[in-house]
């Protein structure tokens, strides 16, 4: 799709300064837009090769607006502009309403007005899915699952029975809605399965990487609430809460019965334990291991940093004495504190 300038502008509620009668067709790199390229510029890393761009117009902040050698569309925010004007040049492509032949839908399923289902997907008695929905290729959708309006479920999803979606959801392929939680009882060295009585419910504007599984709930619902945008290859447990417009980077794994806040932001690799709450606006580094319950908004971290080998091998033998020199210190204390004898 291609818009001019002033179009882009209009759409973006920015001012720009140029030719607001360029067209821009794309969206490319400072170092390697050409003329018809729309570029921006939102980290200083890269300010290096804002002189020399070939950009028809570039998406930049005030401060910087006097130093592009082309067209400047001014915003606030570029990188949240990008975004935008991204999906405006690249519209994704939704599938054509209508049912593959090769696709089974049970009678009692109910589809809204231009819903898609694509080749071998399935879909169950009881199940709704909203107007406008796409379910794409090899999709399973479970007995009486919901799916809303205007979402996306990429190949290969599975929906377990129940579950539900709310509006304008995107799942990526291989990802799993609503499998059992990890439950079980111990019988004398035999483990007894515990029915996964809850479901998992999805919120509005969500979104959902390729490979992440969310359980259903044990006895209460796994809960996943609006604009919440989940990576790669995520663990929900059973149980679990995520709260509103929370951000979660790949391969985290969350343990069954932990609620995490709203607008937090989680690194790529991280382990939250079960039955742990974690506040509004937090924020937890990559790989860290969360093992108490956070009651305040703010950064934190845990974890080795890497190192050299050998220092990490000194490091580590060190780690190991820590418990020992405590004592050791501990002592030497409690005899500086007697008084002289």
């Not at 709450?277 to 971290?301: F, K, N, W």
């Not at 091998?313 to 030497?332: G, H, P």
Request: hydrophobic fraction near 40%.
């Amino acid at each position: 799709m291609a818009v001019t300038v002033r179009e882009l502008a209009g759409h973006l509620g920015a001012d720009y300064r140029g030719d607001g009668e360029r067209r821009l067709e794309r969206v490319a790199p400072l170092d390697r837009a050409g003329v018809n390229d729309l570029s921006f510029l939102s980290d200083g890393t890269y300010r290096r090769h804002l002189a020399g761009t070939a950009a028809g117009a570039v998406l930049i902040s005030a401060e910087l607006a006097d130093q592009c050698p082309t067209t400047a569309i001014v915003v606030a925010d570029p990188y949240l502009a990008y975004a935008r004007a991204a999906a405006l040049l690249h519209p994704l492509p939704w599938p054509a309403p209508g049912v593959h032949p090769r696709a089974s839908v049970d009678p009692g399923a109910t589809l809204g007005p231009g819903v898609a289902v694509g080749a071998n997907a399935v879909i169950e008695a009881g199940v709704s899915v909203g107007a406008g929905s796409s379910v794409g290729p090899g999709c399973f959708l479970g007995e009486a699952a919901q799916i809303g309006e205007r979402c996306r479920l990429h190949a290969n999803v599975t929906v377990y029975h129940r579950c539900r979606l709310g509006d304008r959801v995107v799942v990526h392929s291989a990802a799993v809605i609503g499998s059992d939680g990890f439950g079980f009882a111990n019988d004398g060295g035999n483990w007894i399965k515990i029915p996964q009585l809850g479901i998992a419910r999805i919120g509005d504007d969500c979104e959902i990487g390729a490979g992440t599984t969310i359980d259903r709930g044990a006895l209460q619902d796994t809960v996943i609430e609006h604009g919440v945008i989940l990576d790669n290859q995520i663990q929900v447990a059973h149980n679990v809460r995520v709260g509103a417009h929370t951000a979660i980077a790949g391969c985290v794994g969350i343990a069954g019965s932990a609620d995490i806040g709203c607008h937090c932001r989680i690194g790529g690799g991280a382990g939250i334990l079960g039955h742990l709450s974690i506040a509004d606006h937090v924020q937890i580094a990559a790989m860290s291991l969360v093992t108490r319950s956070i009651t305040e908004p703010g950064s934190y971290a845990s974890g080795t940093p890497l190192q050299e080998s050998r220092q990490w091998r000194r490091n580590y033998a060190r780690f190991r004495q820590l418990d020992a020199i405590a004592r050791r210190v501990s002592r030497i204390e409690q005899r500086e504190q007697k008084p002289d004898e």
